[in-house]
């Protein structure tokens, strides 16, 4: 069974003006990065619209409809400091969410066995009711609950650990034991959540890193914290936010990575969703900043995502 690589162009034509680091080159550092030959194994896709059913699930109908009002005809609209649309916005955000639902059907289905989502805007920091942190919808969160809804997964995990804390999808978790999360992130940076203290329903599971942290630290974390809980919830499938701006040349935060370690992690998870999911795993994309690092974490983390499916 091969591993699915869902895009599309239209995430391209997501404008967020000059100087906005989560920029269209972003998807162009990873296609190019995943061009090379030993890719040629990759089952490409488009990715489709997601159906407002599926987002609904998560986010308010009133909320979804507000975010497709506010699409602007021409130029930009600023829905917070960071958070900004461009004409062709609402289309790529639907085609992001729409890559991690379909992507779950696939993975579900037995038709792959592991799949990564390479769209933009990303989603983890989007709050049922609230746009956030270059995120309009919470791609993961609206595909961990389309897993459950429409494929009658019981327990569904999301790990992250893209730099910055997913409020978002804690947010959309909080109350619900049968959702797990598990975030690796800088603090304190950008969106301030992610403290230890922040449990949930015992199904949060956050682990904080200090700026200039580096391998040991994050591994640390993972082995300490996030696999042994994960372990314990035992996940039917795995869902990750895969940012990669804990790279240490990611200009956003300090956490000192290298690709090395986005391999080690990867094949962390997907050992721990062989045990417990029958390898069913779907990766998104979140951050990344520094374009040669983003292009070259992100094939090292597809290459294992390959190694598993083959
Ligand atoms: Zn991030």
Redesign the pocket.
Known sequence: MPTLLLTHPVCLLHDTGQGHPERPDRLRAIDDAVSADVFGGLKRELAPLADLAAIERLHPAGYVEAIRAATPKHDFIWLDPDTVMSPNSWEAALRATGAAVYAVDQVMSGAVKNAFCAVRP?GHHAEPSRPMGFCLFNSVAIAALHARAAHGAERVAVVDF???HGNGTQAAFWADKDLFYGSTHQMPLFPGTGDLSETGAGNIFNAPLSAGDSRRHFREAFLTRILPALHNFGPDVLLISA?F?AHRDDP??QIELTESDFTWVTEKLLEMAEKHAGGRVVSTL???YNLGALGRSTAAHVEVLMQAAS
């Open positions: 990303p893209d730099v910055h940012g701006d956003l935060a979140e951050g990344g």
